[in-house]
């Protein structure tokens, strides 16, 4: 964002809003500005309501989750009117919270309902819906001992995703990853996460790959990462140190179909080196709003032929077809109005 422009740093005067409707203006006033809206409905716990108003999609300062990093979220893709995934999301969501030691102010089966209410009060059928525990708001401690209760959030976010044909490349991440117990509950501190993606993308990379202590490959910035061996098998990282990417769950799933068709030999989670996996024949990103991305290039090399792989390819079509066309527990039709 750019500095205000001012002829000396002495004369500048920062704006004081002299009431809450002044400010409500001028927040309209941006959002008016703004061709098609981004986020078409959010729910907090801390209104106690799905607010329709952009202008009014904020949080508190003094929540535990802006300051100190203690809340957990998670997302679920809408395609086509339908939320795919919600209840794998949602369990994965609660795991999390409850290794932040966060206790949800809501039941599962709330949780559940104000995520689908507000889907159908957002009227998106093409994007995400994203969401939050937090600590709550109460105060700017470590502790959350002194916030009265834990707060839920969240948002749907109109996009337009299609499936990835056009392969990418990545680069090896130098920047350190987190260790198992945070690496394997998805928390907003995000930051290693951050830095490691701009480090792939100021060097002309689409994002990067994390490599462990002990020299296997991990996973991707927000992405899990699988690989097709020369002797046509699906290998994906084993879950114990990263995220289990619920994408790269249900590919487990629903690969062995490409191996009752011949098309692949085997599936199966394995610890790959690095030698190992650089020496991959397909190499591609897994997740859930991708959900398949080819890798083509690793570290300035090849992976392959270096070019986007056929498996590669017939897994995304797998997916996709699941997402389009799954089955009911895979599967929510939202009620819209
Ligand atoms: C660090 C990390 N790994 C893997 C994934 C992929 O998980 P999923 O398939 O559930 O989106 C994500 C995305 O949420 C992530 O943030």
């Given at each position: 964002m750019a500095a205000p422009k001012v002829e000396n740093d002495e004369e500048f005067r920062v704006h004081v809003f002299s009431s809450s409707s002044e400010l409500l203006e001028k927040l309209h006033e941006k959002w008016n500005s703004?061709?098609?809206?981004?986020?078409?409905a959010m729910y907090s716990s801390v209104f106690g309501g799905i607010i329709l108003d952009p202008a009014m999609m904020v949080i508190p300062i003094d929540d535990h989750m802006v300051h100190r990093g203690h809340g957990v979220f998670d997302t679920a893709i809408i395609l086509d009117g339908y939320l795919y995934e919600l209840d794998d999301h949602l369990d994965r969501f609660l795991r999390s919270a409850s290794k932040a030691k966060i206790s949800s102010p809501f039941p599962r089966s709330i949780l559940r309902s104000i995520l689908i209410q507000l889907t159908a009060a957002s009227q998106c059928k093409k994007g995400t819906l994203r969401y939050w525990l937090s600590?709550?708001?109460?105060?700017?401690?470590?502790?959350?001992?002194?916030?009265?209760t834990s707060a839920f959030y969240a948002v749907v976010i109109n996009e337009n995703f299609s499936q990835c044909k056009e392969g990418v490349k990545v680069i090896t991440s130098m920047i350190p990853m987190k260790s198992p117990l945070f690496a394997t509950m998805k928390n907003v501190n995000y930051l290693p996460n951050v830095l490691s993606k701009m480090e792939a993308e100021e060097q002309g990379a689409f994002a990067s790959i994390w490599i462990d202590e002990e020299g296997y490959i991990a996973e991707g910035p927000n992405v899990n990462v699988a690989f097709i061996t020369h002797g046509k098998e699906l290998v994906l990282p084993v879950f114990d140190k990263i995220l289990s990417g619920c994408t790269a769950l249900r590919l487990l799933e629903l690969a062995p179909k490409l191996v009752k068709q011949g098309r692949l030999k085997g599936v199966r989670t394995a610890n790959l080196t690095v030698e190992e996996a650089k020496g991959a024949a397909e190499m591609m990103y897994v997740g859930s709003t991708l959900p398949i991305l080819p890798i083509i290039m690793w570290d300035e090399k090849p992976i392959?032929?270096?070019?986007?792989g056929e498996l590669t390819m017939a897994l995304s079509d797998l997916l996709w077809e699941d997402m389009a066309t799954g089955p009911e527990t895979k599967r929510l039709l939202v009620p819209y109005a």
């Open positions: 703004v061709k098609e809206l981004p986020y078409s600590a709550g708001p109460g105060d700017f401690l470590l502790s959350p001992a002194g916030c009265p392959g032929n270096g070019m986007v």
